[in-house]
């Protein structure tokens, strides 16, 4: 028998717990922001080094960009803890006047080391002057500016020189903008931020109006749509046609970025648009008018894009490491659209985030925010992980000095209406969000197709990645579902699709294994309008003989991580089991009935095609998919997920030509467990028998009752079906919620309501 912890002392470190949480919740937010900044410049001092008596770097301080940015995000922590009254010099362990100290010492390695400041870096290279060297000066403009009555006339003046420096070089370099090719955002908002920026430091300077009208083609084509080439609206002094190179949004909003549907980038592009206003506000200095174009039509999405704890909705998915980068820098976005929009729900995505924040800080050992989690990534690149605490600490920063610098309730409160259900034809995306649910859909995503139905309160349970778009993993190290064809259909309240992707293994340890060419999956997604129950319907077969090392039909994916406290409760007809991570083998988790139910929140009823089972792999295994890379990057996973499927197979298997690898359907509910299992219990789905072997027919009933007929053509030929016959199927006369009554298109979906069900 072991030993363990007392209980008494359980619920004596629980109550502690409860009660710092409650003490944190109760801090006013500039007060949170510093609480969670304060233990990190104890742990950062720990990858800080000065060269010299005047210098110092984070990490290794190089020239390479990344380098850079690692050094400028860590300085702004440092900048605005030394210069804050409140700052815990007890909890840093520094006084304000040895942070500021490091925080100067490392602005002076930043500038002197620039190509402008005649120094160089520790690899003796000077940095600047490439696409992205700007940003790292965007970010750490709020150090400088929470440093300003401690800067010297050098520092002042070099500042001054390196923008203009910076600027200069964006005169040169051609303006680019493109929805899927040449993708540019985010570094035209910045860019042009930086021009502007030069201006205003270097005022009445020869190339001053040069460096303006720079600014304003460049934040002109950071947003711009497709429309803008004809939009005769005056910015700055021109029609927004007169600027326009190309665009870098499509008119529905949605972003291309990295090759994906990119919330994520969406997120980061306005997180500059945010620095650069606040430093303008700052000043008392008019921002170009070009800074807002399309600003607000783009939150608008973006905050559709959002849970009501502030964690994004990524629809399209991630290729990056989850709750890190983009994540952080929503921060910046919120508060401007507090200040700038008026959008007072913006303060309870602060508060959200915060708290989440919060929860893995306290996770980790010595103050860091992620080292648990990114231990693998941490071992590999120093780099890569100094990054991401770097950015962590920017934003946090960001939030601290502005929040304790202006007055955030002074703005007029003003309703800022996001879309309930949005579409992008271009990456085949949906969503629909309600009370009760959030569900959404995407065809041209960061891991290809994937979809996502959670409780619209319970974000925790969020994962894109192969989410609810089956799994078939060949030999190879990279394996994903190209999709080849799609369509789709939205209606009020929800939208149902239906496409084939071809299934890709590439990159196998023996010579020439490579399978381009493993097979195919099908796959059917409806939400219903009944703010509750989606519907999913798969089919995944091969084209020559394979094996195959990993096959999950179905294919939910739930976080089980540092998040949730590592814990999910798994409710089946058998009884109840905790589900703690991460564990150390490979574990399946058997189901004799047809129904399971994740913490009293998520539902799985399958329709046909195996019971819902849970799949536990040893370990993290949401990886790294950097956009251009030939599979996960090393370094293993950075979230852990449990994974509900539809018959699971974990290991080689060989299938030979043609042969099924799953074929089922299952209904997902946002249900607590009595009403999950009386959907069960009552035949609430269930399959309809069809003759034609490409057709695949359910009849399932909605929250109030309805009954719904959705009948998917796995084929690539258009299919007719009588009256009668739908009749037959669905009980009754129906309503037709797509566009053709009688006729499905090759891919296409049909959904039918039985009237006598309204």
Same mark, same amino acid.
């Given at each position: 028998? %072991?030993?363990?912890?007392? $209980?008494?002392?359980?619920?004596?470190?629980?109550?502690?717990?409860?009660?710092?949480?409650?003490?944190?919740?109760?801090?006013?937010?500039?007060?949170?922001?510093?609480?969670?900044?304060?233990?990190?410049?104890?742990?950062?001092?720990?990858?800080?080094?000065?060269?010299?008596?005047?210098?110092?770097?984070?990490?290794?301080?190089?020239?390479?960009?990344?380098?850079?940015?690692?050094?400028?995000?860590?300085?702004?922590?440092?900048?605005?803890?030394?210069?804050?009254?409140?700052?815990?010099?007890?909890?840093?362990?520094?006084?304000?006047?040895?942070?500021?100290?490091?925080?100067?010492?490392?602005?002076?390695?930043?500038?002197?080391?620039?190509?402008?400041?005649?120094?160089?870096?520790?690899?003796?290279?000077?940095?600047? =002057?490439?696409?992205?060297?700007?940003?790292?000066?965007?970010?750490?403009?709020?150090?400088?500016?929470?440093?300003?009555?401690?800067?010297?006339?050098?520092?002042?003046?070099?500042?001054?020189?390196?923008?203009?420096?910076?600027?200069?070089?964006?005169?040169?370099?051609?303006?680019?903008?493109?929805?899927?090719?040449?993708?540019?955002?985010?570094?035209?908002?910045?860019?042009?931020?930086?021009?502007?920026?030069?201006?205003?430091?270097?005022?009445?300077?020869? *190339?001053?109006?040069? /460096?303006?009208?720079?600014?304003?083609?460049?934040?002109?084509?950071?947003?711009?749509?497709?429309?803008?080439?004809?939009?005769?609206?005056?910015?700055?002094?021109?029609? $927004?046609?007169?600027?326009? $190179?190309?665009?870098?949004?499509?008119?529905?909003?949605?972003?291309?970025?990295?090759?994906?549907?990119?919330?994520?980038?969406?997120?980061?592009?306005?997180?500059?648009?945010?620095?650069?206003?606040?430093?303008?506000? *700052?000043?008392?200095?008019?921002?170009?008018?070009?800074?807002?174009?399309?600003?607000?039509?783009?939150?608008?999405?973006?905050?559709?894009?959002?849970?009501?704890?502030?964690?994004?909705?990524?629809?399209?998915?991630?290729?990056?490491?989850?709750?890190?980068?983009?994540?952080?820098?929503?921060?910046?976005?919120?508060?401007?659209?507090?200040?700038?929009?008026?959008?007072?729900?913006?303060?309870?995505?602060?508060?959200? /985030?915060?708290?989440?924040?919060?929860?893995?800080?306290?996770?980790?050992?010595?103050?860091?925010?992620?080292?648990?989690?990114?231990?693998?990534?941490?071992?590999?690149?120093?780099?890569?992980?100094?990054?991401?605490?770097?950015?962590?600490?920017?934003?946090?920063?960001?939030?601290?000095?502005? *929040?304790?610098?202006?007055?955030?309730?002074?703005?007029?409160?003003?309703?800022?209406?996001?879309?309930?259900?949005?579409?992008?034809?271009?990456?085949?995306? /949906?969503?629909?969000?309600?009370?009760?649910?959030?569900?959404?859909?995407?065809? =041209?995503?960061?891991?290809?197709?994937?979809?996502?139905?959670?409780?619209?309160?319970?974000?925790?349970?969020?994962?894109?990645?192969?989410?609810?778009?089956?799994?078939?993993?060949?030999?190879?190290? @990279?394996?994903?579902?190209?999709?080849?064809?799609?369509?789709?259909?939205?209606?009020?309240?929800?939208?149902?699709?239906?496409?084939?992707?071809?299934?890709?293994?590439?990159?196998?340890?023996?010579?020439?294994?490579?399978?381009?060419?493993?097979?195919?999956?099908?796959?059917?997604?409806?939400?219903?309008?009944?703010?509750?129950?989606?519907?999913?319907?798969?089919?995944?077969?091969?084209?020559?003989? !394979?094996?195959?090392?990993?096959?999950?039909?179905?294919?939910?994916?739930?976080?089980?991580?540092?998040?949730?406290?590592?814990?999910?409760?798994?409710?089946?007809?058998? %009884?109840?089991?905790?589900?703690?991570?991460?564990?150390?083998?490979?574990?399946?988790?058997?189901?004799?009935?047809?129904?399971?139910?994740?913490?009293?929140?998520?539902?799985?009823?399958?329709?046909?095609?195996?019971?819902?089972?849970?799949?536990?792999?040893?370990?993290?295994?949401?990886?790294?998919?950097?956009?251009?890379?030939?599979?996960?990057?090393?370094?293993?996973?950075?979230?852990?997920?449990?994974?509900?499927? @539809?018959?699971?197979?974990?290991?080689?298997?060989?299938?030979? !030509?043609?042969?099924?690898?799953?074929?089922? !359907?299952?209904?997902?509910?946002?249900?607590?467990?009595?009403?999950?299992?009386?959907?069960?219990?009552?035949? !609430?789905?269930?399959?309809? @028998? $069809?003759?034609?072997?490409?057709?695949?027919?359910?009849?399932?009933?909605?929250?109030?009752?309805?009954?719904?007929?959705?009948?998917?053509?796995?084929?690539?030929?258009?299919?007719?079906?009588?009256?009668?016959?739908?009749?037959?199927?669905?009980?009754?006369?129906?309503?037709?919620?797509?566009?053709?009554?009688?006729?499905?298109?090759?891919?296409?979906?049909?959904? /039918?309501?039985?009237?006598?069900?309204?």
């Amino acid at each position: 028998m %072991g030993v363990g912890i007392p $209980v008494k002392g359980v619920m004596a470190a629980l109550v502690l717990a409860v009660s710092a949480s409650r003490a944190f919740e109760a801090l006013p937010l500039q007060r949170q922001y510093l609480a969670l900044l304060e233990p990190w410049a104890k742990a950062a001092m720990t990858e800080i080094r000065f060269v010299d008596k005047e210098t110092a770097v984070y990490g290794l301080g190089q020239a390479g960009h990344w380098y850079m940015q690692a050094h400028d995000t860590a300085f702004c922590a440092f900048a605005v803890l030394g210069t804050d009254p409140n700052t815990d010099e007890a909890r840093v362990g520094m006084t304000r006047a040895e942070l500021r100290r490091v925080a100067l010492a490392m602005l002076r390695f930043t500038l002197r080391g620039h190509i402008a400041g005649g120094g160089a870096c520790t690899n003796g290279k000077p940095w600047g =002057h490439t696409w992205i060297s700007s940003l790292g000066l965007e970010r750490m403009s709020v150090g400088i500016d929470a440093l300003d009555a401690h800067l010297d006339d050098e520092l002042r003046t070099l500042y001054a020189k390196v923008c203009a420096s910076e600027a200069d070089y964006l005169l040169k370099r051609p303006v680019t903008a493109g929805l899927t090719q040449d993708n540019h955002p985010e570094s035209n908002q910045w860019q042009g931020n930086i021009s502007h920026r030069a201006a205003v430091l270097n005022a009445g300077h020869p *190339r001053e109006a040069d /460096w303006r009208e720079r600014a304003s083609v460049l934040l002109v084509n950071s947003m711009a749509t497709p429309s803008d080439a004809t939009n005769a609206a005056v910015v700055d002094g021109q029609a $927004v046609s007169a600027r326009f $190179v190309g665009a870098n949004m499509f008119d529905t909003r949605a972003c291309n970025h990295h090759g994906y549907q990119n919330v994520g980038y969406m997120y980061i592009t306005l997180s500059n648009l945010g620095i650069y206003h606040f430093w303008c506000k *700052r000043r008392g200095v008019k921002p170009p008018e070009a800074l807002y174009h399309n600003a607000l039509e783009q939150w608008k999405v973006m905050k559709a894009c959002t849970f009501r704890d502030g964690r994004l909705a990524r629809v399209g998915g991630d290729s990056r490491v989850r709750y890190c980068y983009c994540q952080d820098y929503a921060l910046p976005v919120w508060l401007l659209a507090r200040d700038a929009f008026g959008d007072a729900e913006t303060e309870a995505f602060e508060r959200g /985030w915060l708290r989440q924040v919060r929860a893995e800080q306290r996770a980790n050992a010595g103050g860091w925010y992620m080292r648990e989690r990114l231990a693998g990534m941490q071992a590999l690149s120093p780099l890569y992980y100094q990054r991401l605490e770097g950015d962590k600490a920017c934003t946090l920063a960001c939030g601290a000095y502005w *929040r304790r610098i202006f007055d955030m309730n002074a703005a007029a409160k003003v309703a800022v209406d996001a879309p309930t259900q949005w579409h992008d034809p271009f990456h085949g995306a /949906w969503l629909q969000r309600g009370e009760r649910r959030f569900a959404s859909w995407a065809w =041209h995503g960061a891991m290809k197709a994937g979809g996502l139905c959670v409780p619209a309160d319970a974000s925790d349970l969020a994962e894109w990645q192969h989410n609810l778009a089956g799994q078939v993993f060949g030999m190879g190290a @990279q394996n994903y579902a190209k999709p080849a064809i799609w369509t789709g259909t939205a209606f009020d309240g929800g939208f149902a699709t239906c496409g084939v992707a071809d299934l890709i293994s590439r990159k196998g340890l023996a010579e020439g294994d490579d399978d381009p060419d493993a097979g195919r999956i099908f796959l059917a997604f409806c939400a219903l309008p009944d703010d509750r129950t989606v519907v999913s319907v798969q089919r995944a077969r091969t084209s020559n003989a !394979a094996y195959l090392r990993r096959v999950r039909g179905l294919a939910l994916s739930v976080p089980n991580d540092v998040f949730n406290g590592f814990t999910r409760t798994l409710h089946t007809a058998e %009884g109840r089991r905790e589900l703690k991570a991460v564990p150390q083998a490979f574990e399946r988790i058997a189901n004799a009935g047809n129904w399971l139910n994740l913490d009293n929140r998520l539902g799985v009823v399958a329709i046909y095609g195996g019971s819902p089972e849970v799949a536990r792999l040893p370990g993290r295994q949401i990886p790294l998919n950097i956009w251009n890379s030939e599979g996960p990057k090393p370094g293993g996973g950075y979230l852990y997920c449990e994974e509900i499927a @539809q018959g699971i197979q974990e290991g080689p298997r060989y299938y030979g !030509a043609r042969e099924t690898i799953f074929d089922c !359907a299952a209904v997902v509910l946002t249900a607590d467990v009595a009403a999950t299992a009386a959907y069960a219990a009552a035949g !609430a789905a269930v399959q309809v @028998q $069809v003759a034609d072997p490409h057709l695949r027919a359910v009849r399932v009933k909605d929250a109030a009752g309805a009954i719904w007929l959705i009948l998917v053509n796995f084929s690539e030929s258009p299919k007719t079906v009588s009256r009668a016959q739908l009749g037959g199927w669905l009980g009754g006369e129906g309503k037709a919620f797509h566009s053709d009554a009688t006729r499905l298109a090759p891919l296409g979906i049909g959904v /039918w309501r039985l009237l006598a069900g309204r």
